[in-house]
């Protein structure tokens, strides 16, 4: 690790768990089944959250150098992540000027100076002003100045980049967060693999899994569920967003450090960031997941691993693999959004009418309340 070190919430969090852990629930809650399975709830959440409310992308790694673009389909309209000349991040519209044509196809980097539709050659920089067309002498008297790239309010920071379909987003909260991400090195990351699932389930089930400690050791019992401590667990808030810590099953002494190294290797830290991105930190790797809802019982998860360095060896190489297969292809896939899905048939099918939530579960508690409260 480098010389970096945690922050003051960070360090409250391990204190909190040295002594117990504690999410301050005294009681049971519930939550109404239709928040699942209602399509106008649903339609409710993509007008008033969604299409509100700034949403992580990419993780800057996505974007390593400059004069990189990556097309983004996942949030409904086709969109062009980039990295300009200069280094700055921008989120567009994927779509010409000149008719309408998506610019770039595909899902994978383009590293260019330049991008060319693949109708009528109308050409752009990666800071998505226009600088040519064929045969200019056709077009007279236009104004290159005013066909640039449709460009959506962007804010790249603590190794996160946002964006917002509203013109007004306030961006002040990821702003806030960016110094927990600063602490661990987000932005210095390697991207190591990124894949995205299409999980069968309300975007808001998958939120849940990661709101809670309390499936750890059963649900993932034969994956990571021995590395923790059953129960150990605590967390705070930061405006809508989340920060939890699970105690893993190391020394309780490791609680009180402020080495990062010794405290990863004993906590592992997820951020919950309103509305639908997860960040978790484990002890010598990072998964950010982007959810991006497709209806009310189906979102796309993008799972991006991310590491200190590319491998040098064969050998680094072959663990990262193992890792990677372990979460994405283990805990997340088979696992956690499998869990997902037989929720929300169970759900769908009207044998409860809510669901009941005990006191390690108030995370997912904080997060209907923050749902409700943007409705």
């Known amino acids: ?3 970096r070190v945690p922050t003051e919430g960070q360090l409250a969090l391990a ?3 040295a002594a117990g852990g504690s999410r301050g629930a005294t009681g049971i809650t519930y939550v109404d089944a239709s928040a699942y399975v209602s399509e106008a709830r649903y339609a409710a959440e993509q007008q008033r959250i969604f299409a509100r409310h700034p949403l992580v992308i990419a993780p800057s790694a996505l ?3 400059p004069n990189m673009a990556v097309p983004h389909d996942g949030f409904g309209k086709p969109m062009l992540v980039t990295r300009d000349k200069d280094g700055a991040a921008h989120v567009f519209l994927n779509v010409c000027q000149h008719r309408g044509t998506r610019l770039v196809e ?3 980097a383009v590293k260019s100076p330049r991008l060319v539709c693949p109708y009528h050659a109308w050409t752009y920089k990666l800071d998505g002003s226009l600088t040519g067309m064929p045969r200019p002498e056709t077009f007279p008297g236009l104004d290159k100045s005013a066909h640039g790239l449709k460009r959506l309010p962007t804010f790249e920071a603590g190794g996160l980049i946002w964006f917002a379909f509203d013109e007004d987003a306030d961006f002040a909260g990821p702003e806030t967060l960016a110094h927990d991400f600063e602490a661990f090195d987000l932005a210095g990351q390697h991207l190591f693999r990124r894949r995205t699932h299409d999980v069968k389930a309300n975007w808001k089930l998958i939120m849940d899994a990661f709101l809670e400690s309390y499936h750890v050791t059963r649900l993932h ?5 021995p590395f923790f401590k059953d129960g150990v667990t605590t967390a705070d808030t930061i405006g809508p967003h989340q ?3 699970v105690g893993r099953d190391s020394a309780h002494e490791a609680l009180s450090s402020s080495d990062w190294a010794v405290l990863r290797g004993a906590i592992t830290y997820t951020y919950q960031m309103f509305p639908g991105t997860v960040l978790i930190v484990s002890p010598d790797y990072i998964n950010l997941m982007v959810l991006m809802p497709q209806a009310v019982d189906r979102v796309l998860v993008e799972d991006f691993m991310l590491i200190p360095e590319p491998p040098a060896t064969e050998k680094a190489l072959a663990h990262w693999e193992k890792s ?13 959004f499998r869990a997902a899905e037989l929720g929300q048939q169970g759900l769908a099918s009207g044998a409860i009418d809510r669901m009941t939530l005990g006191t390690l579960e108030l995370g997912v508690r904080n ?9």
């Open 1 to 3: 690790m480098n010389a």
């Open 15 to 17: 204190a909190q768990l």
């Open 63 to 65: 974007l390593p150098e």
């Open 106 to 108: 595909g899902c994978e």
């Open 221 to 225: 019992a034969a994956t990571i569920g």
């Open 243 to 245: 920060r939890s810590a």
């Open 324 to 336: 990677w297969n372990l979460l994405d292809g283990g805990v997340f896939a088979s696992e956690d």
């Open 367 to 375: 997060f209907h309340d923050a749902v409700e409260g943007a409705l």
